[in-house]
């Protein structure tokens, strides 16, 4: 029986993220609105004045970690903060060169869901990753005679 995505989860959540310009080596906090879909996490800004969910405007995508690709943790950094990481001795699969090993920091300072929430929609969209990595690798195996 095939594995059963869990329900979609978005809201507006800040990203800690480098400079635009890469100019800086600086970090720095942007608002996103941050979906998890079909084990996917997907970041994007809305276009139009602020980049927040009451500006004009569709949302535009700025990121994605397909957590279908990667095992991952996540893990509580800070009162309100979180990180999502490759698990040990893994590199992010899907990502641009150099990022393989790259720890996403997000606040759900201002969120409409909480810090628990996100972690648990998070671990929830892992998991299935994890069952749809098995699946793929099961069905690959030849059968037996």
Sequence with gaps: MPARAPSSFAAGLWKQGFSKTGLT???????????????????????????????????VPKGLCDLRLTPCQVKIVGATQFAVSPVRGRQWQGLPRGEGTRIFVFDAIGSQMSLDEWC?????????????????????????A
């Design 25 to 59: 080596a600086d970090l720095r906090w942007r608002w996103r609105h941050v979906e998890l879909k079909d084990g996917c996490l997907t970041w994007s800004v809305w276009s139009g004045e602020g980049g927040h969910e009451n500006s004009s405007g569709e949302l």
């Design 120 to 144: 648990k929609a998070i671990r929830k969209h892992a998991r299935f990753g994890r069952v749809i990595r098995e699946e793929l690798a099961l069905s690959q195996v030849p059968a037996t």
